[in-house]
């Protein structure tokens, strides 16, 4: 950890950003400058007056991101390694659910009726709850990364300092393991991996392989990811030239969880487009938000207020305009104190969804975070 410089962070101890992928990992060290426009960074990137950019860009990018040009970047061409001597995370129980698992099935149940109104442009709407996760001795945002990334099999993981977004943000961290690649820029090849369709993975060998199989064939999961990839198709088709975009979606897995996901890649028409540029033309894409994009975000906002930096994006981007983003899913953010984690998931809502199996999907999302805190969720109810 080290010493901020940065904008009023001066004598403060900052997590450093680290994000865990297994082809290249990145760890910062240091503050050289703090930002809370993404446009002003993508400015300064392209202009090559910051070497480089790390942080995270918030749900809604009209709120303040946080982002900071580090004094340096390390990068790894594998995993990140983390510390020789993690030190135990603390007991954790959840305390408290935001909405009430009740409160989130009405919520869907009120999108349907939108969703299956012929005259209403809303095709998709992502909506999402939290869980507030009380630990008896502060967390270290690291140590949780760290245990993070032992846990996931692709070994993903991130921490990001939030305090470059303010007041409201000082000390907070958000830290995850998210599955989900936003964008990656590397030269002009650029790529996406839009996730959507979930299925809860079963522990007996046959009863998972069944689950995957009625995913792939699901109308309901195929539809709801058919509408991610449209997007990006038309948002990065913009960019990009030869977009290559395969017909159908392939499964992807995670300790707890089936996804469909479609490997996107193409080249980027104008090089002088960084990965930071990218992210903020794409995001948020329909597995987090909905369509059409505007009405989805209204939506979202009506019935959920601010998201902050759940389902934002989380990333870093140098002075070639090289980097990669995540989808800030399957994450949390820790409070001040550390005394507290606010962890969240949702999902993607279409006409053809049931309410109560879209709870019992956040629950099985929250499976990353909880196992990670060693917390349960208390059962949620069989019916709304
Ligand atoms: C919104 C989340 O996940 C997103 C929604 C998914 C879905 O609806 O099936 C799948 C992957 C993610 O794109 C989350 O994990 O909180």
């Given at each position: 950890m080290d010493q901020a410089k940065g904008n009023g962070q001066a004598q403060r101890r900052v997590t450093p950003f680290i994000l865990s992928r297994p082809h290249l990992s990145v760890q910062s060290q240091g503050v050289r400058d703090t930002l809370d426009d993404p446009h002003e960074a993508a400015r300064r990137l392209r202009e090559g007056t910051v070497p480089a950019v790390v942080g995270a860009l918030p749900f809604d990018t009209a709120n303040p991101s946080a982002l900071t040009v580090p004094v340096d970047l390390y990068r790894q061409r594998r995993v990140w390694q983390g510390y020789p001597k993690p030190s135990p995370i603390p007991a954790c129980t959840v305390s408290d659910s935001l909405p009430s698992p009740a409160r989130h099935v009405e919520a869907v149940e009120t999108a349907l009726k939108r969703l299956r109104a012929?005259?209403?442009?809303?095709t998709k709407v992502v909506l999402a709850r939290s869980l507030l996760v009380r630990a008896e001795a502060p967390i270290l945002p690291t140590m949780l990364v760290q245990r993070l990334v032992s846990d996931d099999a692709g070994n993903n993981g991130f921490c990001v300092d939030l305090s470059p977004a303010g007041a409201d943000y000082r000390g907070r961290t958000l830290v995850g393991s998210s599955p989900e690649v936003l964008v990656r820029r590397s030269g002009r090849h650029v790529t996406c991996f839009p996730l959507a369709g979930t299925a809860k993975r079963e522990s007996s060998v046959d009863q998972d392989a069944a689950v995957a199989a009625r995913l792939a064939l699901s109308v309901k999961d195929l539809a709801e990811h058919a509408i991610v990839v449209e997007g990006l198709k038309s948002s990065l088709g913009e960019l990009c030239d030869e977009l290559d975009v395969p017909e159908a979606p392939s499964l992807v897995q995670t300790p707890a969880l089936w996804h469909l996901g479609t490997p996107i890649s193409g080249t980027l028409?104008?090089?002088?487009?960084?990965a930071l540029d990218l992210a903020l033309a794409i995001h948020p894409t329909a597995a987090v938000c909905g369509s059409p994009r505007a009405e989805a975000a209204k939506a979202i906002a009506q019935i959920e207020g601010d998201r902050g930096f759940y389902a934002g994006a989380i990333g870093w981007c140098d002075g070639n305009g090289d980097g990669e983003w995540m989808v800030a899913i399957r994450c949390g953010e820790i409070a001040a104190d550390g005394l507290s984690v606010r962890v969240y998931a949702g999902g993607g809502i279409v006409a053809q969804s049931d309410p109560l199996a879209e709870l019992a999907e956040t629950s099985a999302k929250f499976a990353t975070m909880l196992t990670a805190l060693g917390a349960v969720e208390q059962p949620v109810p069989r019916t709304g």
């Open positions: 012929p005259d209403d442009p809303l028409r104008d090089e002088r487009t960084s």
